[in-house]
């Protein structure tokens, strides 16, 4: 038997028409605690993250309705549960299987392929493809199956078919088929008391009834099945399509937060209905919006910004820094000073990583020694971080923990003391590159990069030289060149770091 996780203190900001819900409590699941946390929103709280084999789990992700070009909106909810994913993988070692539904037969689409006189098949397997372009730009995870409505029209029609036989889908008179909420207590926990619903007809019996199979319209595409002509409604595809994958226990069902109501409150009363169970998702993973600084990001407003212009103007690292700084959960405000405050940390992590190695290979007659403060900051830093992801995924808490051992580690490398302490410093550079690898930061060059990077690091040593020399024979004049290439090499997106004993520089937007 299940075990009811209790909700207290909830609070209900109106009142509407539907009654009272029962039997909305969330289940924990039988199973092998994985010692992590998420938020649930049928809870109200975070819940422990139970798994029935407690190194496998099952992921499903709401992909895109593909009637147009994903802009940053998409990319933050799509970078943070990638984000996500990696750390169950990485950090608590599960192996998850993912999948992801791409709603290719939508009425968006079928509009778009008539004002541009194209086949809606055309329209979306060409935003499709741009979609996959974008989310490999960002270096998220291709996920290990992807299922398309238009593939899986079988499945749904079976599916839809189920619940008339059950009783609690209807057919209308116009051939459509329509889900009964009434004969569903349950319906509404995902999003307490919701008034809203889908818009309103006389074939629904209730207002909260919502589609699960529309009537033939003349001009669309259509699919004959055993109560008339028509097409799936959208709730009902990624019920059918995840049924047919894993079955009727899904471990994650993740998307944006837009998606908690109705589309994913319908998955959830749908999916029970057709299964006969009282819990069919049993964690909810729900993205918070991306705002654009005091304004909404809306086509009406012209200023939307695509994907390809956010990575060419700053870079994929950067943008997922900004996502990693910010809580999954909440609505992210994105800005130019959010991604500039991004592309600094991102940096700081860089210099240091130069700093290290310059450090680590030091031609002084220094011998080495242990440092058991630096070494137990760094362990109390590891503990600090794996609680901090327990709990519901804190990156934003552990990217200032890295921070503050960066902190603690340039101290001792850039104090002008007798002591060195490569084995520590190196520990740490490690620990954090393993960490940053981790959460789907790439911090790696390509061979071009690489031979790009030798000659800076020429031209760079030799300024130093050439600096120090300024500086101890007080040549203003030497000292103002450095300065100008030091400018000049800013302005080729080379930013240079000075230091009494060794140079470092990374590259910025």
């Not at 802009?71 to 994913?85: R, T």
């Not at 098949?121 to 291709?142: G, I, P, Q």
């Not at 619903?197 to 669309?220: C, I, Q, T, V, Y």
């Not at 047919?244 to 471990?251: A, M, N, P, T, V």
Request: hydrophobic fraction near 35%; include cysteine.
């Amino acid at each position: 038997m299940r075990k009811l996780f209790p909700i207290f203190n909830r609070k209900l900001t109106h009142v509407c028409s539907l009654k009272p819900y029962k039997d909305t409590k969330w289940l924990m699941p039988n199973g092998n605690p994985t010692g992590a946390y998420v938020y649930n929103c049928v809870a109200e709280e975070k819940v422990p993250i139970i798994l029935n084999d407690p190194t496998i789990a099952t992921w499903y992700s709401c992909g895109p309705t593909v009637y147009d070009s994903a802009h940053i909106g998409h990319a933050c909810c799509y970078v943070k549960l990638d984000i996500i994913q990696r750390i169950l993988k990485s950090f608590f070692k599960i192996k998850l299987v993912t999948a992801m539904g791409v709603t290719d037969i939508d009425d968006k689409i079928i509009k778009k392929g008539l004002e541009t006189k194209t086949d809606f098949r055309t329209v979306a397997k060409k935003y499709e493809h741009e979609f996959w372009l974008d989310m490999s730009s960002l270096n998220v995870e291709k996920p290990m199956i992807i299922t398309r409505v238009s593939d899986h029209m079988n499945s749904i029609s079976q599916f839809v078919k189920g619940l008339i036989d059950s009783g609690i889908g209807y057919v209308a008179k116009d051939g459509s088929v329509y889900f009964d909420t009434s004969k569903y207590p349950a319906y509404g926990k995902l999003q307490r008391m919701q008034d809203g619903g889908e818009s309103s007809s006389e074939a629904k019996r209730n207002k909260m009834d919502f589609a699960l199979w529309k009537g033939h319209k003349p001009g669309e595409p259509s699919w004959q099945t055993d109560w008339g002509e028509g097409r799936p409604g959208w709730h009902i595809e990624c019920s059918a399509m995840v049924s047919k994958i894993f079955g009727s226990q899904l471990d994650f069902h993740a998307g944006g937060i837009d998606l908690q109501f109705p589309h994913h409150e319908n998955e959830e009363a749908q999916s029970c209905a057709f299964h006969n169970t009282r819990q069919w998702a049993n964690y909810w993973i729900h993205v918070g919006h991306l705002n654009l600084k005091d304004t909404k990001m809306s086509k009406s407003l012209q200023n939307i910004i695509s994907i390809p212009n956010i990575v060419d103007k700053y870079s994929a690292d950067t943008f997922r820094m900004a996502c990693l700084m910010s809580n999954y959960r909440y609505t992210m405000e994105f800005s130019d000073e959010l991604m500039l405050t991004a592309e600094d940390v991102l940096n700081k992590f860089k210099f240091f990583f130069k700093d290290v190695s310059i450090y680590a290979n030091n031609n002084s007659s220094l011998h080495a020694n242990y440092n058991n403060r630096l070494l137990n900051e760094l362990q109390k830093v590891e503990e600090n971080n794996l609680e901090s992801l327990r709990m519901d995924f804190d990156t934003a808490s552990c990217i200032n923990y890295l921070l503050h051992l960066v902190a603690k580690a340039n101290k001792i490398m850039k104090s002008n003391t007798s002591e060195y302490y490569p084995v520590p410093i190196i520990l740490i550079a490690e620990y954090i590159v393993h960490i940053l690898t981790g959460f789907g930061l790439k911090l790696t060059e390509s061979t071009k990069d690489q031979v790009t990077n030798s000659l800076i690091d020429t031209v760079v040593e030799f300024r130093h030289t050439v600096r120090l020399n300024a500086l101890e024979r007080k040549d203003k004049e030497l000292l103002a060149a450095s300065d100008v290439v030091r400018d000049k090499m800013k302005s080729m997106n080379v930013q240079i770091n000075d230091s009494k004993k060794t140079p470092s520089w990374v590259l910025v937007k």
